[in-house]
């Protein structure tokens, strides 16, 4: 963990993703802007595992001022730059909704800050508050601003693991016939490499979206992200 300072006209990438000036103060005043660099690591983790489009930063670092005057508390994570709250887009720019967030963040094994928002407005939907804070705080921010409402997501929203489709358990497969990864996403459109019966795919994500009657999983061959069409026989 470490809080970074950037200046207040920083335009510089923080990451493949996510840039300073993303996380900047809202209050408009020229003042630094810290950032937590392990909040930026686990906001492309999330992007990634949610295989989102986009991940759109509503509030990130706030001075004290602009902390008091939007109603947090003295001790908001987001004064220190450990927190944003957000919302997530998916591949076809609609929002993915904020309790998805919520279980994917709890998939990747975070057990610090995420707030959960059910908000019935097109303005709040989607919107979560993610936080690297050194404490486990899961709550629901529709109800209240500062007290957890769970040690779990699942039990909270009444799901059982496995039928969350964010729960999708990192493994390896191996090809039992050759089959075409796709290159920039899922489905048939997109541009192709054939792969041989026998080949490895790492890290394996199920279900990442649906398109041309299958089922697509990502995973990594050499190191490069691929998007492969799912039938349980094509795989071992």
């Not at 295989?51 to 759109?56: G, H, Q, V, Y």
């Not at 720019?93 to 998805?100: D, H, L």
Request: hydrophobic share 25%; glycine share 8%.
């Amino acid at each position: 963990m470490a809080i970074n300072s950037y200046k207040y006209n920083d335009t510089s990438r923080l990451s493949a993703h996510f840039k300073v000036s993303e996380f900047k103060c809202k209050c408009g005043k020229a003042h630094d802007i810290l950032i937590d660099s392990d909040l930026v690591h686990l906001l492309e983790k999330v992007r990634s595992k949610l295989n989102a489009s986009a991940c759109n930063i509503y509030s990130g670092h706030r001075c004290v001022n602009h902390n008091k005057s939007v109603g947090s508390g003295s001790t908001s994570p987001h004064i220190n730059g450990y927190a944003v709250d957000c919302y997530f887009l998916d591949q076809n720019r609609k929002r993915i909704p904020s309790s998805k967030v919520c279980l994917a963040l709890e998939d990747l094994g975070h057990n610090k800050g995420i707030g959960y928002r059910c908000g019935g407005s097109e303005n709040s939907k989607g919107l979560i508050h993610i936080d690297t804070k050194p404490r486990k705080w899961y709550g629901d921010e529709s109800k209240s601003m500062s007290k957890s409402c769970c040690t779990s997501f699942y039990s909270y929203f009444g799901i059982r693991k496995e039928q969350s489709s964010t729960n999708t358990s990192e493994k390896d497969l191996t090809l039992t016939t050759n089959v075409y990864g796709r290159v920039g996403g899922y489905g048939f459109s997109k541009s192709k490499i054939l792969y041989k019966k026998g080949t490895v795919i790492k890290n394996i994500t199920m279900n990442v979206g649906k398109a041309n009657n299958f089922e697509w999983l990502k995973g990594y061959v050499n190191n490069q992200t691929r998007y492969f069409p799912y039938m349980k026989n094509w795989y071992n």
